[in-house]
């Protein structure tokens, strides 16, 4: 017994780290196969070795868990993971969908948006690139694109836009930002007025051979690129966001969809990128992410969001199903952690087994599936986790608009009022549609603020106890939905115990539903102050999303 604990620790132990690094999975691969090996050859009961992967897979506690984060004033805390957590009962994980708007918000209109060959008209706009509000004016700024250009508009309300003639490229809304994918961050770090705005994209152009074995000797893990068309990242400036300077050198090998996202904290750069071929994964198809601190020096890019066998079986419940990638990474600091919307790709072959057909008017259809948005979560905008039962945070329909699929997002949502709205790629049919059959268009989606996950009870309650901390304000506001319900709150000491005057019974919040309700208490309305505390909630028929200390 004592050899079959060993072994069973040794291996566990060395699933867990591999699980902690899955940029190290591919590389260390043999070795545990090699460990779990001799395991089996030394263990005396077969029925361990055959219920080894399921004791694995049951796992729900890391075996080094995690120190919980700080709790700033201010600075809220949403219940999309456990890292605050130190216990829940009876109560459940929900990602709430997105609510949509009848009609998407932007269209291929103008001549220049559309293409007409052969008689066939394709009316193409995406939303790769970024949506910004100005926090004085509340007015929006939209840099989308077409098959060919960077276009921008802007809007009072952010449903009707407006196309402002730039006259950059004649008298259109075009830019001369000339990059697929364009992601763009206004640097609030920046000291240059020339390099307000930072833009990342894909330039789907041939390189000479000297600029790309330059741009391969910044990096290590290079054999595998055998792009054709040598289509690489580069960087841009701006100091509006309309006159753009592209960067002489490439910045990363790779090619298609890329967005640039910025660390509120140390200002660092991160750019979460495809990198088609890397034999460090599956599929030409997963995200990465490469880090850099001037825009022009990037850190070796590792993979950060790959899909996994749950995401091949999802894939595999379509007709001609076979397995997931990932198409993009949209991924955000929010709440004093980070969040993304990730877009599993759910690849289906022949194309004819989704559409009937493999081929449009003589025109053969590239990669065939179906691709929707989830949400996934990360403490440190570096290592990232999935949320939940992986059910869609925006789901395809149920309009024609977007029935189809969701090819990419902005960069980051905006926040307007009590809510939070993120602007997305909108496609009629799946990836894999040609036209006439196919456009694109410009959608957005819209939830409560902080709504994209809740921690959930029916009538029978659940409860939630936080991490020890010392609260750095006075007064708790919680973001509940209890109109059918009720929500309490208990304040206790570090040992555990109740904290007198801060019971469960003097604290209800009953029938009621706000973004920010405040918690009181008989003795009053101020946490305890100069000692660390816990709280509980309790939780009947109702919807928990987030608490703040202010």
């Not at 364009?182 to 041939?206: H, L, M």
């Amino acid at each position: 017994m004592v050899i079959c604990f060993y072994l069973q620790c040794m291996c566990e132990s060395d699933v867990y780290r591999q699980m902690k690094h899955p940029s190290s999975i591919n590389s260390r691969k043999s070795s545990l196969m090699r460990r779990l090996s001799r395991a089996q050859s030394l263990l005396p009961c077969l029925g361990f070795v055959i219920a080894f992967p399921a004791l694995l897979l049951a796992q729900k506690a890391p075996l080094e868990r995690p120190a919980a984060p700080p709790l700033k004033k201010g600075e809220k805390q949403l219940f999309v993971d456990d890292g605050m957590i130190l216990a829940k009962r009876g109560l459940t994980r929900v990602v709430h969908p997105a609510k949509k708007l009848e009609h998407p918000v932007l269209e291929a209109e103008m001549p220049w948006e559309v293409i007409e060959e052969g008689g066939i008209v394709d009316k193409r706009v995406n939303i790769y690139g970024t949506v910004l509000r100005d926090e004085a004016t509340g007015a929006f700024r939209m840099w989308y694109a077409d098959p060919g250009s960077v276009l921008y508009a802007t809007s009072k309300d952010g449903i009707h836009w407006e196309r402002p003639i730039l006259k950059i490229a004649g008298k259109t809304n075009v830019t001369n930002l000339n990059l697929h994918s364009p992601s763009i961050i206004e640097d609030k770090f920046e000291t240059d007025p020339q390099k307000r705005y930072k833009a990342v994209g894909n330039a789907s152009k041939g390189e000479d051979a000297a600029k790309l074995q330059r741009l391969k000797d910044k990096f290590e893990l290079v054999d595998w690129y055998r792009d054709k068309t040598h289509r690489l990242y580069y960087a841009a400036h701006s100091p509006d966001g309309l006159r753009w300077t592209l960067a002489p050198e490439p910045i990363l090998l790779g090619c298609d969809t890329i967005t640039l996202s910025q660390d509120p904290v140390t200002g660092e750069y991160l750019a979460f990128h495809k990198r088609q071929g890397d034999p460090r994964v599956i599929g030409i198809r997963q995200v990465f992410l490469s880090v850099s601190k001037d825009m022009q020096h990037w850190s070796e890019p590792q993979p950060v969001m790959v899909a996994d066998e749950i995401d091949n079986k999802a894939a595999r419940k379509l007709n001609g199903g076979t397995y997931s990638e990932f198409y993009n990474l949209s991924a955000f600091a929010f709440g004093g952690q980070w969040l993304g919307f990730a877009t599993p790709f759910r690849r289906v072959e022949p194309p004819s087994a989704l559409f009937g057909n493999d081929e449009v008017n003589g025109h053969k259809r590239s990669a065939t599936g179906i691709i929707d948005v989830q949400l996934v979560h990360s403490r440190d905008g570096r290592h990232w986790h999935r949320c939940s039962d992986r059910s869609p945070v925006i789901a395809l329909g149920p309009h024609a608009y977007d029935a189809g699929s969701i090819f990419g997002l902005c960069n980051a949502p905006v926040i307007v009022g009590d809510e939070m709205w993120m602007y997305y790629t909108a496609v009629t049919t799946p990836h894999g549609g040609l036209a006439p059959e196919k456009s694109q268009s410009i959608a957005r989606a819209a939830w409560r603020l902080d709504g994209l996950a809740s921690l959930q009870a029916k009538e029978k309650e659940g409860t939630v106890e936080t991490h020890v901390f010392v609260p750095a304000g006075k007064a708790l506001f919680v973001n509940a939905d209890v109109k059918g319900g009720r929500l309490s709150i208990e304040v206790l000491d570090a040992a555990g115990n109740v904290i007198k005057g801060y019971d469960k019974g003097s604290s209800a919040i009953e029938k009621q539903d706000g973004v920010k309700l405040q918690v009181r208490w008989k003795r009053g309305e101020e946490l305890p102050a100069g000692a660390p505390i816990r709280l509980r909630f309790f939780l009947e028929n109702g919807d928990l999303y987030s608490y703040v200390i202010d």
